[in-house]
Protein backbone atom coordinates (compact mmCIF):
# COMPACT_ATOMS: atom_id res chain seq x y z
CA UNK A 1 0.00 0.00 0.00
CA UNK A 2 1.25 3.68 -0.82
CA UNK A 3 1.47 6.22 2.76
CA UNK A 4 -0.04 9.51 1.86
CA UNK A 5 1.08 12.22 3.12
CA UNK A 6 0.48 16.05 3.05
CA UNK A 7 2.32 18.71 3.85
CA UNK A 8 1.54 22.39 4.22
CA UNK A 9 3.50 24.81 3.07
CA UNK A 10 5.69 25.10 -0.17
CA UNK A 11 8.46 26.97 1.25
CA UNK A 12 12.01 24.80 2.26
CA UNK A 13 11.04 23.35 5.00
CA UNK A 14 7.73 22.14 2.89
CA UNK A 15 10.26 20.93 0.10
CA UNK A 16 12.64 19.63 1.85
CA UNK A 17 10.16 17.31 3.85
CA UNK A 18 9.13 16.45 0.68
CA UNK A 19 12.67 15.57 -0.13
CA UNK A 20 13.66 14.11 2.37
CA UNK A 21 10.04 11.27 2.51
CA UNK A 22 10.34 10.78 -0.85
CA UNK A 23 14.26 9.85 -0.60
CA UNK A 24 14.58 8.41 2.85
CA UNK A 25 11.07 5.85 2.10
CA UNK A 26 11.49 2.22 1.24
CA UNK A 27 7.51 1.61 0.37
CA UNK A 28 5.61 3.53 -2.11
CA UNK A 29 4.67 7.09 -1.22
CA UNK A 30 2.90 10.00 -2.16
CA UNK A 31 2.84 13.47 -0.86
CA UNK A 32 0.58 16.24 -1.61
CA UNK A 33 2.25 19.73 -1.00
CA UNK A 34 -0.17 22.63 -0.35
CA UNK A 35 0.13 26.08 -0.32
CA UNK A 36 -1.88 28.95 0.35
CA UNK A 37 -0.53 31.17 -2.52
CA UNK A 38 -0.53 30.59 -6.53
CA UNK A 39 3.34 30.17 -6.18
CA UNK A 40 5.56 28.04 -4.57
CA UNK A 41 9.18 28.30 -2.65
CA UNK A 42 7.65 30.66 0.55
CA UNK A 43 10.47 33.21 1.77
CA UNK A 44 12.71 32.14 -1.02
CA UNK A 45 10.45 34.05 -3.12
CA UNK A 46 8.63 36.41 -1.07
CA UNK A 47 11.98 37.14 1.26
CA UNK A 48 14.80 36.94 0.00
CA UNK A 49 16.10 40.32 -1.63
CA UNK A 50 15.74 40.36 -5.03
CA UNK A 51 19.17 41.23 -5.59
CA UNK A 52 21.03 38.17 -3.78
CA UNK A 53 20.22 36.17 -7.43
CA UNK A 54 22.57 33.47 -6.63
CA UNK A 55 20.57 32.28 -3.60
CA UNK A 56 17.04 32.79 -5.42
CA UNK A 57 18.97 30.43 -7.43
CA UNK A 58 18.24 27.37 -4.77
CA UNK A 59 14.46 27.46 -6.33
CA UNK A 60 16.31 25.59 -9.10
CA UNK A 61 16.73 22.91 -6.38
CA UNK A 62 13.45 22.96 -5.01
CA UNK A 63 12.35 22.98 -8.52
CA UNK A 64 13.69 19.56 -9.04
CA UNK A 65 11.86 18.16 -6.15
CA UNK A 66 8.20 19.30 -6.87
CA UNK A 67 8.85 17.35 -10.31
CA UNK A 68 9.81 14.42 -8.80
CA UNK A 69 6.95 11.51 -9.77
CA UNK A 70 4.73 10.98 -6.22
CA UNK A 71 4.81 15.01 -5.59
CA UNK A 72 2.25 16.95 -6.44
CA UNK A 73 2.21 20.82 -5.59
CA UNK A 74 -1.38 22.39 -4.76
CA UNK A 75 -1.64 26.16 -4.50
CA UNK A 76 -3.99 28.24 -3.02
CA UNK A 77 -5.27 25.80 -0.73
CA UNK A 78 -5.48 27.60 2.74
CA UNK A 79 -5.33 25.23 5.66
CA UNK A 80 -8.02 27.04 8.10
CA UNK A 81 -9.91 28.66 5.08
CA UNK A 82 -10.03 26.22 2.12
CA UNK A 83 -8.82 22.98 4.28
CA UNK A 84 -9.03 21.97 7.92
CA UNK A 85 -6.55 20.17 9.46
CA UNK A 86 -9.23 17.51 10.33
CA UNK A 87 -10.06 17.09 6.27
CA UNK A 88 -6.73 16.65 5.89
CA UNK A 89 -6.08 13.73 8.49
CA UNK A 90 -9.04 12.17 6.82
CA UNK A 91 -7.41 12.39 3.60
CA UNK A 92 -3.65 11.20 4.49
CA UNK A 93 -2.13 9.46 6.61
CA UNK A 94 0.06 11.99 8.19
CA UNK A 95 -0.06 15.61 7.51
CA UNK A 96 3.09 17.60 8.20
CA UNK A 97 3.11 21.64 8.74
CA UNK A 98 5.15 23.56 7.22
CA UNK A 99 3.56 27.04 6.78
CA UNK A 100 6.48 29.52 8.53
CA UNK A 101 6.87 32.43 10.35
CA UNK A 102 4.62 35.21 8.61
CA UNK A 103 4.55 37.70 10.67
CA UNK A 104 6.18 40.46 12.64
CA UNK A 105 7.31 40.24 16.38
CA UNK A 106 5.91 43.55 18.23
CA UNK A 107 8.26 46.21 19.50
CA UNK A 108 6.02 46.93 22.63
CA UNK A 109 6.68 51.08 22.62
CA UNK A 110 4.23 54.21 22.23
CA UNK A 111 3.56 55.12 18.82
CA UNK A 112 4.56 51.61 17.38
CA UNK A 113 0.86 51.64 15.26
CA UNK A 114 1.29 55.66 14.30
CA UNK A 115 1.36 55.53 10.22
CA UNK A 116 4.70 55.53 9.30
CA UNK A 117 6.04 52.85 11.64
CA UNK A 118 6.03 49.55 9.39
CA UNK A 119 7.27 46.17 10.21
CA UNK A 120 9.66 44.78 7.70
CA UNK A 121 7.53 41.69 7.12
CA UNK A 122 4.99 44.54 5.22
CA UNK A 123 8.01 46.08 3.78
CA UNK A 124 9.85 43.05 2.18
CA UNK A 125 6.62 41.37 1.27
CA UNK A 126 5.83 45.04 -1.31
CA UNK A 127 9.32 45.20 -3.02
CA UNK A 128 9.34 40.79 -2.96
CA UNK A 129 5.73 41.24 -4.93
CA UNK A 130 3.79 39.45 -2.49
CA UNK A 131 -0.15 39.33 -3.11
CA UNK A 132 -0.64 40.40 0.08
CA UNK A 133 0.41 43.23 -0.20
CA UNK A 134 -0.43 45.69 -3.05
CA UNK A 135 1.89 47.68 -4.82
CA UNK A 136 0.77 50.53 -4.06
CA UNK A 137 1.50 49.91 -0.29
CA UNK A 138 4.46 52.40 -0.29
CA UNK A 139 5.66 55.40 -1.35
CA UNK A 140 8.58 56.20 -0.15
CA UNK A 141 8.70 59.84 0.33
CA UNK A 142 10.17 59.69 3.96
CA UNK A 143 13.82 61.59 3.98
CA UNK A 144 15.01 59.86 6.93
CA UNK A 145 14.28 56.32 7.67
CA UNK A 146 15.20 54.82 11.13
CA UNK A 147 15.47 51.31 10.55
CA UNK A 148 15.00 48.96 14.02
CA UNK A 149 17.24 45.89 14.16
CA UNK A 150 20.38 44.28 13.06
CA UNK A 151 19.55 41.24 11.82
CA UNK A 152 20.18 40.22 8.39
CA UNK A 153 16.70 41.02 7.13
CA UNK A 154 17.25 44.81 8.55
CA UNK A 155 20.49 44.15 6.20
CA UNK A 156 18.39 43.32 3.41
CA UNK A 157 15.78 46.26 4.42
CA UNK A 158 18.74 48.91 4.29
CA UNK A 159 20.43 47.79 0.86
CA UNK A 160 16.68 48.12 -1.20
CA UNK A 161 16.61 51.77 0.40
CA UNK A 162 19.82 52.79 0.00
CA UNK A 163 20.30 51.13 -3.82
CA UNK A 164 18.84 53.22 -6.69
CA UNK A 165 16.02 52.30 -8.86
CA UNK A 166 18.83 51.34 -11.54
CA UNK A 167 20.48 49.09 -9.74
CA UNK A 168 17.25 46.91 -9.03
CA UNK A 169 16.30 47.00 -12.58
CA UNK A 170 17.56 43.42 -13.44
CA UNK A 171 15.75 42.30 -10.82
CA UNK A 172 12.69 40.19 -10.47
CA UNK A 173 11.17 43.07 -8.14
CA UNK A 174 7.66 44.20 -9.38
CA UNK A 175 7.75 47.29 -12.25
CA UNK A 176 5.46 49.16 -10.22
CA UNK A 177 7.49 48.71 -7.02
CA UNK A 178 10.54 49.63 -8.67
CA UNK A 179 8.95 53.22 -10.11
CA UNK A 180 8.23 53.94 -6.31
CA UNK A 181 11.95 53.05 -5.88
CA UNK A 182 12.90 55.21 -8.71
CA UNK A 183 10.78 58.01 -7.02
CA UNK A 184 12.23 57.32 -3.35
CA UNK A 185 13.38 60.61 -1.83
CA UNK A 186 15.07 58.55 1.24
CA UNK A 187 17.83 60.62 1.88
CA UNK A 188 19.67 59.18 5.51
CA UNK A 189 19.14 55.79 7.26
CA UNK A 190 19.79 54.68 10.36
CA UNK A 191 19.94 51.10 11.32
CA UNK A 192 19.65 50.33 15.71
CA UNK A 193 21.19 47.54 17.76
CA UNK A 194 20.00 47.68 20.68
CA UNK A 195 23.25 46.06 21.98
CA UNK A 196 26.38 46.37 21.04
CA UNK A 197 28.27 45.42 17.48
CA UNK A 198 29.74 42.01 18.86
CA UNK A 199 25.76 41.54 19.65
CA UNK A 200 24.97 41.95 15.99
CA UNK A 201 22.69 39.15 14.61
CA UNK A 202 23.53 39.94 10.41
CA UNK A 203 26.74 38.34 8.98
CA UNK A 204 29.79 39.27 7.82
CA UNK A 205 29.34 38.63 4.11
CA UNK A 206 25.76 40.39 4.51
CA UNK A 207 27.42 43.49 6.38
CA UNK A 208 30.38 44.03 3.70
CA UNK A 209 27.68 44.38 1.22
CA UNK A 210 26.60 47.52 3.12
CA UNK A 211 29.85 49.01 2.77
CA UNK A 212 30.41 48.69 -1.00
CA UNK A 213 27.14 50.17 -1.68
CA UNK A 214 27.35 52.54 -4.67
CA UNK A 215 24.81 55.11 -3.56
CA UNK A 216 25.37 55.87 -0.07
CA UNK A 217 28.04 56.99 2.49
CA UNK A 218 28.12 54.27 5.45
CA UNK A 219 29.17 55.45 8.62
CA UNK A 220 29.67 54.05 12.34
CA UNK A 221 30.43 56.01 15.70
CA UNK A 222 33.59 55.65 17.10
CA UNK A 223 32.35 55.72 20.78
CA UNK A 224 29.93 52.31 19.91
CA UNK A 225 32.61 50.02 18.12
CA UNK A 226 35.58 50.75 19.57
CA UNK A 227 35.17 48.94 22.63
CA UNK A 228 33.39 45.76 21.85
CA UNK A 229 35.14 43.23 23.68
CA UNK A 230 35.78 40.18 21.08
CA UNK A 231 37.47 37.74 22.96
CA UNK A 232 36.85 34.21 22.47
CA UNK A 233 34.21 35.13 20.11
CA UNK A 234 34.05 33.24 16.30
CA UNK A 235 35.78 34.68 13.29
CA UNK A 236 32.02 35.62 11.87
CA UNK A 237 31.65 38.50 15.06
CA UNK A 238 35.16 39.29 15.22
CA UNK A 239 35.09 40.01 11.04
CA UNK A 240 31.32 42.21 12.03
CA UNK A 241 33.34 44.34 14.41
CA UNK A 242 36.59 45.08 12.28
CA UNK A 243 33.92 45.97 9.49
CA UNK A 244 31.98 47.83 11.45
CA UNK A 245 35.18 49.66 13.27
CA UNK A 246 36.54 50.44 9.58
CA UNK A 247 33.58 52.18 8.78
CA UNK A 248 34.22 54.87 11.86
CA UNK A 249 36.97 56.41 9.87
CA UNK A 250 35.82 56.10 6.83
CA UNK A 251 35.98 59.71 5.42
CA UNK A 252 32.36 60.17 2.98
CA UNK A 253 32.20 60.45 -0.14
CA UNK A 254 29.40 62.49 -0.97
CA UNK A 255 26.80 59.87 -2.23
CA UNK A 256 23.68 60.75 -2.66
CA UNK A 257 22.16 58.68 0.11
CA UNK A 258 24.02 58.13 4.32
CA UNK A 259 23.70 55.38 6.10
CA UNK A 260 24.97 55.17 9.74
CA UNK A 261 25.15 52.42 11.84
CA UNK A 262 24.25 52.52 15.25
CA UNK A 263 24.57 50.41 18.34
CA UNK A 264 23.84 50.80 22.35
CA UNK A 265 20.61 52.35 21.10
CA UNK A 266 16.71 51.37 22.04
CA UNK A 267 14.05 52.26 20.94
CA UNK A 268 11.46 53.79 23.85
CA UNK A 269 8.94 55.89 21.95
CA UNK A 270 7.75 56.19 18.05
CA UNK A 271 7.45 60.24 18.29
CA UNK A 272 4.57 61.81 16.35
CA UNK A 273 1.09 62.61 16.38
CA UNK A 274 -0.68 62.12 13.09
CA UNK A 275 2.51 59.96 11.77
CA UNK A 276 6.03 59.40 12.37
CA UNK A 277 8.30 62.44 13.29
CA UNK A 278 11.46 60.52 15.19
CA UNK A 279 12.13 57.84 16.89
CA UNK A 280 12.92 58.57 21.03
CA UNK A 281 15.97 56.17 21.54
CA UNK A 282 17.93 55.42 25.52
CA UNK A 283 21.45 54.67 25.23
CA UNK A 284 21.67 51.33 26.61
CA UNK A 285 24.46 48.88 28.83
CA UNK A 286 24.57 45.26 29.31
CA UNK A 287 24.01 44.46 33.02
CA UNK A 288 24.55 40.79 33.78
CA UNK A 289 23.57 39.92 30.50
CA UNK A 290 20.55 42.14 29.82
CA UNK A 291 19.88 45.02 27.91
CA UNK A 292 20.02 47.81 30.34
CA UNK A 293 18.63 51.34 30.20
CA UNK A 294 21.18 54.33 31.25
CA UNK A 295 18.99 56.94 31.71
CA UNK A 296 20.20 59.05 28.58
CA UNK A 297 18.08 59.68 25.54
CA UNK A 298 18.52 60.59 22.07
CA UNK A 299 16.70 61.35 19.38
CA UNK A 300 16.20 60.85 15.89
CA UNK A 301 14.15 62.49 13.31
CA UNK A 302 12.32 59.99 11.15
CA UNK A 303 9.64 60.22 8.55
CA UNK A 304 9.50 56.45 8.68
CA UNK A 305 9.98 54.13 11.27
CA UNK A 306 10.80 50.07 9.95
CA UNK A 307 10.72 47.76 12.97
CA UNK A 308 12.72 44.74 11.69
CA UNK A 309 13.06 42.71 15.04
CA UNK A 310 12.25 39.09 14.09
CA UNK A 311 9.10 37.22 12.83
CA UNK A 312 6.83 35.45 14.38
CA UNK A 313 4.75 32.21 13.56
CA UNK A 314 1.06 32.20 13.93
CA UNK A 315 -0.87 29.32 15.04
CA UNK A 316 -2.89 27.35 13.10
CA UNK A 317 -6.67 26.18 13.59
CA UNK A 318 -7.04 23.08 15.46
CA UNK A 319 -3.27 22.27 15.98
CA UNK A 320 -1.41 22.81 18.89
CA UNK A 321 0.68 26.11 19.45
CA UNK A 322 2.98 26.94 22.20
CA UNK A 323 2.37 30.70 22.67
CA UNK A 324 5.43 31.38 24.94
CA UNK A 325 7.93 29.97 22.04
CA UNK A 326 5.12 30.63 19.07
CA UNK A 327 5.97 27.26 17.64
CA UNK A 328 4.47 23.83 17.40
CA UNK A 329 5.79 21.99 20.28
CA UNK A 330 7.31 19.07 19.00
CA UNK A 331 9.64 16.03 19.69
CA UNK A 332 11.87 14.98 16.42
CA UNK A 333 9.20 16.86 14.50
CA UNK A 334 6.31 14.89 15.40
CA UNK A 335 3.68 17.08 17.04
CA UNK A 336 3.34 16.84 20.85
CA UNK A 337 -0.25 15.36 21.96
CA UNK A 338 -1.54 14.31 18.90
CA UNK A 339 -1.42 11.82 16.13
CA UNK A 340 -0.07 11.57 12.68
CA UNK A 341 1.02 15.00 12.87
CA UNK A 342 4.25 16.89 12.17
CA UNK A 343 5.79 19.95 11.69
CA UNK A 344 9.36 21.28 10.46
CA UNK A 345 10.95 24.30 9.63
CA UNK A 346 10.56 27.92 11.54
CA UNK A 347 6.99 26.68 12.44
CA UNK A 348 9.06 24.00 14.33
CA UNK A 349 12.35 25.50 15.12
CA UNK A 350 11.22 29.37 15.28
CA UNK A 351 12.35 32.11 12.85
CA UNK A 352 16.27 31.76 12.54
CA UNK A 353 18.24 29.73 10.53
CA UNK A 354 19.49 29.91 6.56
CA UNK A 355 17.09 28.15 4.07
CA UNK A 356 19.78 25.25 4.26
CA UNK A 357 18.67 24.72 8.07
CA UNK A 358 15.59 23.74 6.97
CA UNK A 359 17.10 20.87 5.12
CA UNK A 360 18.41 19.12 7.89
CA UNK A 361 15.74 19.87 10.52
CA UNK A 362 13.10 18.54 7.21
CA UNK A 363 15.19 14.97 7.35
CA UNK A 364 14.61 14.81 10.99
CA UNK A 365 11.02 14.94 10.48
CA UNK A 366 10.92 12.73 8.18
CA UNK A 367 12.69 9.99 9.51
CA UNK A 368 10.27 10.53 12.46
CA UNK A 369 7.08 10.20 10.52
CA UNK A 370 8.40 6.97 8.52
CA UNK A 371 9.66 5.11 11.30
CA UNK A 372 6.03 5.63 12.31
CA UNK A 373 3.30 6.26 10.12
CA UNK A 374 1.33 3.41 8.16
CA UNK A 375 -0.67 2.97 5.05
CA UNK A 376 -4.51 3.22 5.52
CA UNK A 377 -5.52 5.82 8.07
CA UNK A 378 -7.10 7.94 5.17
CA UNK A 379 -10.40 7.33 4.64
CA UNK A 380 -11.15 10.43 1.87
CA UNK A 381 -9.16 11.62 -1.06
CA UNK A 382 -8.71 15.32 -1.16
CA UNK A 383 -9.36 16.02 -4.66
CA UNK A 384 -13.01 14.82 -4.13
CA UNK A 385 -13.61 16.90 -1.36
CA UNK A 386 -12.26 20.00 -2.92
CA UNK A 387 -14.69 19.62 -6.48
CA UNK A 388 -17.39 19.20 -3.43
CA UNK A 389 -16.90 22.36 -2.14
CA UNK A 390 -16.30 24.16 -6.00
CA UNK A 391 -12.21 24.87 -5.41
CA UNK A 392 -9.95 24.11 -8.08
CA UNK A 393 -6.22 24.23 -6.78
CA UNK A 394 -3.19 26.04 -9.02
CA UNK A 395 -1.30 22.97 -10.15
CA UNK A 396 2.20 22.74 -10.65
CA UNK A 397 1.58 23.38 -14.46
CA UNK A 398 -0.42 26.29 -13.61
CA UNK A 399 2.91 27.28 -11.63
CA UNK A 400 4.58 27.10 -14.62
CA UNK A 401 2.57 29.17 -16.75
CA UNK A 402 2.77 32.18 -14.04
CA UNK A 403 6.79 31.87 -14.32
CA UNK A 404 6.50 31.76 -18.42
CA UNK A 405 4.35 35.13 -17.84
CA UNK A 406 6.69 36.72 -15.19
CA UNK A 407 9.76 36.00 -18.05
CA UNK A 408 8.03 37.36 -21.05
CA UNK A 409 7.06 40.44 -18.75
CA UNK A 410 10.83 40.88 -18.33
CA UNK A 411 11.57 40.68 -22.05
CA UNK A 412 8.64 42.67 -22.83
CA UNK A 413 10.49 45.72 -19.87
CA UNK A 414 14.19 44.60 -21.01
CA UNK A 415 14.64 44.02 -17.34
CA UNK A 416 16.55 40.83 -16.13
CA UNK A 417 15.29 37.24 -15.99
CA UNK A 418 11.99 37.63 -14.88
CA UNK A 419 10.08 40.53 -13.70
CA UNK A 420 6.81 39.28 -10.48
CA UNK A 421 3.38 39.71 -11.43
CA UNK A 422 1.92 41.70 -8.68
CA UNK A 423 -1.29 39.88 -7.20
CA UNK A 424 -3.76 36.66 -7.91
CA UNK A 425 -5.57 37.84 -10.16
CA UNK A 426 -2.61 38.68 -12.39
CA UNK A 427 -1.28 35.57 -11.82
CA UNK A 428 -4.44 32.88 -11.91
CA UNK A 429 -5.08 34.65 -15.28
CA UNK A 430 -1.55 34.22 -16.82
CA UNK A 431 -2.34 30.53 -15.90
CA UNK A 432 -5.98 31.05 -17.39
CA UNK A 433 -7.48 30.66 -14.35
CA UNK A 434 -10.25 32.69 -13.07
CA UNK A 435 -9.99 34.29 -9.41
CA UNK A 436 -12.54 32.57 -7.04
CA UNK A 437 -14.80 34.95 -5.37
CA UNK A 438 -13.16 34.34 -2.23
CA UNK A 439 -10.02 35.10 -3.64
CA UNK A 440 -8.51 38.20 -1.48
CA UNK A 441 -6.78 38.42 1.13
CA UNK A 442 -6.98 35.27 1.93
CA UNK A 443 -7.08 32.50 -0.59
C1 LIG B 1 13.17 38.64 4.60
C2 LIG B 1 13.93 37.34 4.68
C3 LIG B 1 15.02 37.13 3.86
C4 LIG B 1 15.74 35.94 3.95
N1 LIG B 1 16.84 35.79 3.16
C5 LIG B 1 17.56 34.66 3.26
C6 LIG B 1 18.72 34.51 2.47
O1 LIG B 1 19.09 35.40 1.69
N2 LIG B 1 19.42 33.35 2.59
C7 LIG B 1 19.04 32.35 3.43
O2 LIG B 1 19.70 31.31 3.49
N3 LIG B 1 17.94 32.48 4.21
C8 LIG B 1 17.20 33.61 4.14
N4 LIG B 1 16.10 33.76 4.93
C9 LIG B 1 15.69 32.64 5.80
C10 LIG B 1 14.86 31.59 5.01
O3 LIG B 1 14.00 32.26 4.13
C11 LIG B 1 14.09 30.68 5.99
O4 LIG B 1 15.04 29.89 6.70
C12 LIG B 1 13.12 29.73 5.29
O5 LIG B 1 12.36 30.34 4.30
C13 LIG B 1 12.14 29.09 6.31
O6 LIG B 1 11.44 28.11 5.62
P1 LIG B 1 9.94 27.65 5.97
O7 LIG B 1 9.55 26.72 4.88
O8 LIG B 1 9.87 27.22 7.38
O9 LIG B 1 9.05 28.99 5.87
P2 LIG B 1 8.58 29.83 4.60
O10 LIG B 1 9.68 29.99 3.62
O11 LIG B 1 7.96 31.06 5.16
O12 LIG B 1 7.43 28.94 3.92
C14 LIG B 1 6.16 28.79 4.51
C15 LIG B 1 5.13 28.57 3.40
O13 LIG B 1 3.88 28.18 4.00
C16 LIG B 1 2.82 28.87 3.34
N5 LIG B 1 1.69 28.95 4.28
C17 LIG B 1 1.59 29.73 5.38
N6 LIG B 1 0.41 29.52 6.00
C18 LIG B 1 -0.27 28.60 5.27
C19 LIG B 1 -1.55 27.98 5.40
N7 LIG B 1 -2.36 28.27 6.42
N8 LIG B 1 -1.93 27.08 4.46
C20 LIG B 1 -1.10 26.77 3.41
N9 LIG B 1 0.12 27.33 3.24
C21 LIG B 1 0.53 28.23 4.16
C22 LIG B 1 3.42 30.22 3.03
O14 LIG B 1 2.70 30.92 2.01
C23 LIG B 1 4.84 29.83 2.60
O15 LIG B 1 4.90 29.56 1.21
C24 LIG B 1 15.35 34.94 4.86
C25 LIG B 1 14.25 35.15 5.69
C26 LIG B 1 13.55 36.34 5.60
C27 LIG B 1 12.37 36.56 6.51
N1 LIG C 1 21.24 36.73 3.64
C1 LIG C 1 20.81 35.86 4.53
O1 LIG C 1 21.39 34.81 4.75
C2 LIG C 1 19.56 36.18 5.31
C3 LIG C 1 18.79 37.29 4.98
C4 LIG C 1 17.67 37.58 5.75
C5 LIG C 1 17.34 36.75 6.81
N2 LIG C 1 18.10 35.67 7.08
C6 LIG C 1 17.83 34.85 8.27
O2 LIG C 1 16.48 34.92 8.67
C7 LIG C 1 16.39 34.88 10.12
C8 LIG C 1 15.55 36.05 10.61
O3 LIG C 1 16.26 37.28 10.46
P1 LIG C 1 15.83 38.62 11.24
O4 LIG C 1 16.77 39.69 10.86
O5 LIG C 1 14.37 38.82 11.07
O6 LIG C 1 15.96 38.19 12.77
P2 LIG C 1 17.21 38.17 13.79
O7 LIG C 1 18.45 37.67 13.15
O8 LIG C 1 16.71 37.45 14.98
O9 LIG C 1 17.47 39.72 14.16
C9 LIG C 1 16.51 40.46 14.88
C10 LIG C 1 17.13 41.77 15.35
O10 LIG C 1 16.12 42.51 16.02
C11 LIG C 1 16.62 42.93 17.30
N3 LIG C 1 15.52 43.07 18.24
C12 LIG C 1 14.65 42.12 18.67
N4 LIG C 1 13.76 42.65 19.53
C13 LIG C 1 14.09 43.97 19.65
C14 LIG C 1 13.55 45.05 20.39
N5 LIG C 1 12.49 44.88 21.17
N6 LIG C 1 14.14 46.27 20.27
C15 LIG C 1 15.22 46.45 19.47
N7 LIG C 1 15.78 45.46 18.75
C16 LIG C 1 15.21 44.24 18.84
C17 LIG C 1 17.57 41.83 17.71
O11 LIG C 1 18.42 42.31 18.72
P3 LIG C 1 18.86 41.33 19.94
O12 LIG C 1 19.91 40.43 19.36
O13 LIG C 1 19.38 42.26 20.96
O14 LIG C 1 17.63 40.58 20.37
C18 LIG C 1 18.27 41.59 16.36
O15 LIG C 1 19.24 42.58 16.13
C19 LIG C 1 17.82 34.90 10.63
O16 LIG C 1 18.24 33.61 10.95
C20 LIG C 1 18.59 35.45 9.45
O17 LIG C 1 19.96 35.07 9.43
C21 LIG C 1 19.21 35.37 6.38
Not at 43 to 63: E, M
Not at 177 to 192: E, F, G, K, N
Not at 194 to 204: D, I, S, V, W
Not at 254 to 283: C, N, Q, S
Request: aromatic share 4%; charged share 25%.
Amino acid sequence: MTLRVAIVGSGPAGIYTAEALSKQSGEPIEIDVLERLPTPYGLVRYGVAPDHTSIKSIAGYLRRVLETPGIRFLGGLELGADVSADDLLACYDAVVYCTGAMVDRHLGVPGEDLPGSVAATDFVNWYCGHPDVPSDAFTLDAEEIAVIGVGNVAVDVVRILAKTADELRGTDVPEEVLDRLAASRVRRIHMIGRRGPEHAKFTLKELRELGELANADIRTLPHEVEAADVEGLSRQIRGNVEVLRSWSTRIPAGRPRALDVRFWLRPVEILGTARVEGLRLERTRLVEGRVTGTGEFETIPADMVLRSVGYRSVALPGVPFDAGTMTVPNVAGKVTGTDRQYVSGWLKRGPTGVIGTNKSDAAETARTLLAEAVPGAAIAKLDDLLSARGITPVTYDDWLAIETAETELARTLGRGERVKLVGRPAMLAACGRVPRDTAGASS
